[in-house]
């Protein structure tokens, strides 16, 4: 079965930088785009960035642009959110999700990781 | 930007249908998806575009979209169908990825 694993969450000082893993199971990795999605404490989702499956093709939010970089390594079977000068407001459940890679094209979640937490606070 | 206006709340007795709308600008020309919360588990896909239903999903939960609103049903509510509802969808250029702020479906 799909089974998606986040880990590298933790609390940082703002300004500061952590790196997000998250290790896929039970499908073909390489076939499927990915994206990672956030959930602020007691908010709504906000999805963050995708990565094709090759990785020639990458999106960001303009909330992420320029702080936030995704990555994925196919033969470790691994997606990655390096996040660099970290915010309060950044302070969520970050969930990677897998995308079908439907025939129309839409970028949407089909199944999700149990998230991992990330505190932004002095 | 995009947004996608959902109601806060909806409250059924259970037995009774649930209607939760997602109102969007680019819903007559770009599909809905709708996911549901439970309390502190991840989000589970439920509809996806517009109307079609992921195995392992309960018939009882469908969807529609007319115009600019998009529809999640659920007929029949049942007590394990409390939770938080996101619709979700894209705008007209494909480059913003939006969720609606979510609706609290509550049956009791």
């Known amino acids: 079965q799909v089974q998606l694993v986040e880990s590298g969450g933790g609390l940082v000082k703002p300004g500061g930088s952590l790196r997000l893993s998250c290790a896929a199971s039970g499908f073909t990795f390489s076939d499927y785009y990915m994206s990672w999605v956030r959930q602020a404490p007691g908010e709504g989702l906000e999805w963050l960035s995708y990565?094709?499956?090759?990785?020639?093709?990458?999106n960001y939010a303009d909330s992420v642009k320029g702080r936030f970089t995704i990555s994925r390594d196919n033969a470790k079977n691994s997606l990655y959110l390096q996040m660099n000068s970290l915010r309060v407001e950044d302070t969520a459940v970050y969930y990677c999700a897998r995308d079908p890679n439907p025939p129309t094209g839409t970028r949407y979640f089909d199944y999700w990781g149990q998230g991992t937490l990330v505190t932004v606070s002095s | 930007s995009y947004e996608l206006t959902q109601p806060p709340s909806v409250s059924v007795s259970p037995g009774q249908t649930a209607r939760i709308t997602c109102s969007g600008d680019a819903l007559p020309k770009k599909y809905a998806y709708w996911y549901q919360q439970k309390s502190g588990q991840a989000p589970v896909l439920v509809i996806y575009e517009d109307t079609k239903r992921p195995s392992g999903i309960p018939e009882r939960f469908s969807g529609s979209s007319s115009g600019t609103m998009a529809t999640l049903t659920i007929s029949g509510a049942q007590v394990e169908d409390e939770s938080d509802y996101y619709c979700y969808s894209i705008d007209s250029s494909g480059n913003h990825k939006v969720f609606g702020g979510g609706t609290k479906l509550t049956v009791l």
């Open positions: 990565i094709s499956s090759s990785s020639s093709t990458i």
